[in-house]
């Protein structure tokens, strides 16, 4: 992060963590409890090497990371992933419209295992199908690589589809208090589209959100709809690939209890945001070939969806059929 930014946070969270000196010993100062915390989860490095490099003791170092990461997610999560409203989805929207040619998408959907250590007496509780311990991020992003939801500290033997489903956004998807704007029309078209969150062949199929078409042979519709849901699926990819290179604690075990590492990585999330719309760099993303071979990418599942998540998924490979068609008509009469 740039220094701004640095001094942003620290003024932002300052306050509250500001301590008063003791009669035997000065009080560590904030902004160097910041730098502890911003140290350890920049390099991965270990309590052990916090003591040394800043001499302090291991357990005042976690105590350190904690109280920080704690106030960072209190004074920053409702400002930089609000609970976001009609006019906010419309907003990303447009953003997935212009990046990812993927209209009325309000978001890309998907979890990741966080590493941790065994937790003491847990058995196998925490122990995941990709047997290490970890913990489950289920998260939603822009077309920003932005979060706008993150649930952090979910059954972790779930697939991502049980995860979703047993998430408060799932809930509020179904019950209509997301704020999902109603169907609209694209472009000239008449026909009215529905908003929809994409995700991976693992979740369940419905109006709302969409995934692939399964099987091997595909017919031309189904090959262009995959193509182009996986341009618009590839964002939340890329958002854990940018916040496990940033914070390259994610790159090993953290070695803290479970509750704070949920509250380390809650807070990872939020300073992920908090920088990117700060010193993020937006560069022009490159097309994915919409004759791509996508044989293999999406097996069939059980997860077949009701009739009008089907309805809706089949209006938009036409769409995007019919889009393709003029684009080819287009660079044929400019040839001519």
């Known amino acids: ?12 969270c300052g306050e509250k963590l500001a301590k008063k000196d003791a009669r035997m010993r000065n009080a560590i100062i904030s902004e160097e409890k910041l730098v502890i915390t911003i140290r350890y989860l920049a390099t991965g490095c270990s309590l052990a090497e916090l003591h040394y490099n800043f001499r302090i003791g291991r357990s005042i170092a976690s105590n350190i990371i904690q109280e920080i990461c ?79 939801y993150i649930e952090v500290g979910l059954y972790v033997k779930s697939s991502d589809a049980g995860i979703f489903t047993n998430c408060k956004l799932y ?3 179904v019950d209509g208090t997301l704020g999902v704007p109603a169907p609209c029309a694209i472009d000239e078209t008449n026909e009215k589209y529905p908003f929809i969150i994409v995700g991976d062949e693992t979740f369940p199929l419905s109006e709302n959100l969409l995934r692939h078409f399964g099987g091997k042979q595909l017919t031309p519709l189904k090959e262009t709809f995959n193509a182009r849901l996986t341009r618009a699926r590839r964002y939340i990819e890329c958002c854990f690939g940018i916040l496990a290179n940033k914070w ?40 994915l070939d919409e004759n791509i071979n996508l044989e293999g990418l999406a097996p069939d599942t059980t997860h077949r969806g009701n009739p009008l998540a089907l309805s809706a998924r089949d209006k938009y490979g036409q769409y995007f059929v019919e889009q393709k068609t003029v684009k080819i008509i287009k660079i044929a009469n400019k040839k001519c």
Not at 1 to 12: D, H, N, P, Q
Not at 97 to 112: E, L
Not at 249 to 262: G, K, S
């Open 1 to 12: 992060m740039s220094r701004i930014t640095f001094y942003e946070l620290l003024a932002v």
């Open 70 to 148: 704690e106030a960072i997610w209190i004074e920053l999560a409702d400002k930089v992933i609000p609970q976001c409203s009609t006019e906010k989805w419309i907003e990303i929207a447009k953003g997935f419209q212009t990046c990812a040619q993927f209209p009325n998408c309000v978001g890309a959907i998907d979890g990741k295992h966080i590493w941790t250590k065994q937790p003491p007496n847990s058995g196998s509780m925490y122990y995941n199908y990709k047997q290490y311990y970890s913990t489950v991020l289920f998260a939603m992003c822009d077309a920003n690589y932005c979060f706008s």
């Open 171 to 173: 809930e509020r998807l």
């Open 248 to 287: 390259r604690i994610f790159h090993r075990p953290i070695d803290l209890d479970i509750d704070v590492t949920v509250t380390v990585v809650k807070a990872a999330c939020v300073l992920h945001n908090f920088i990117r719309t700060r010193d993020g760099n937006r560069w022009n993303d490159e097309k």
